[in-house]
């Protein structure tokens, strides 16, 4: 006899510590604003009602890097600006994730040259690429998707 055979219709819940705490943290991610070019439009759109980026408990867009656990690299980083970003993103509390949004940030897209950055994994750890120019919506919806998904398979040892 298992246990829902005796809690039967009591509505008692068992789970794990490490489930509950990535529940929690999926459920309650901060993204801080970091939007640089064209991607940065498509970010904001996000946010509005017809995406409503509201119902996964991302009400604002935080702009201080002390209140955010989700950094949104939206656009291409010039080299001047990379140690902005690698300060604020050294700003924010642990754990933090990353999200390069559109080709810009992935790999400089259309701009190599000397003054732009040739992706933004090269300064900060990248957890998702979002791919496009400049990437839709709900493309950035499916990438804070994929992102609370590879976030709920965290283990209790990778947390220290």
């Avoid at 902005?84 to 897209?109: E, F, H, N, S």
Wanted: with cysteine; hydrophobic share 45%.
């Amino acid at each position: 006899m298992g246990i829902e055979q005796k809690a039967d219709n009591f509505g008692i819940v068992t789970t794990t510590l490490e489930d509950a705490v990535n529940w929690a943290r999926t459920k309650s991610m901060w993204p801080m604003l970091f939007g640089l070019a064209c991607c940065a439009i498509e970010m904001m759109m996000a946010q509005a009602p017809r995406v409503d980026l509201s119902r996964f408990g991302m009400e604002l867009m935080r702009a201080s890097p002390r209140q955010a656990d989700l950094m949104i690299v939206a656009g291409r980083v010039a080299n001047k600006m990379a140690p902005v970003l690698r300060r604020l993103y050294d700003q924010m509390p642990d754990p933090k994730w990353v999200i390069a949004m559109g080709d810009c940030a992935a790999t400089g897209g259309v701009f190599n040259n000397y003054a732009i950055l040739q992706g933004v994994d090269e300064i900060v750890p990248v957890d998702v690429y979002v791919a496009g120019c400049p990437p839709r919506p709900e493309a950035l919806i499916h990438g804070i998707i994929t992102l609370h998904d590879e976030v709920s398979r965290e283990r209790l040892k990778e947390w220290s």
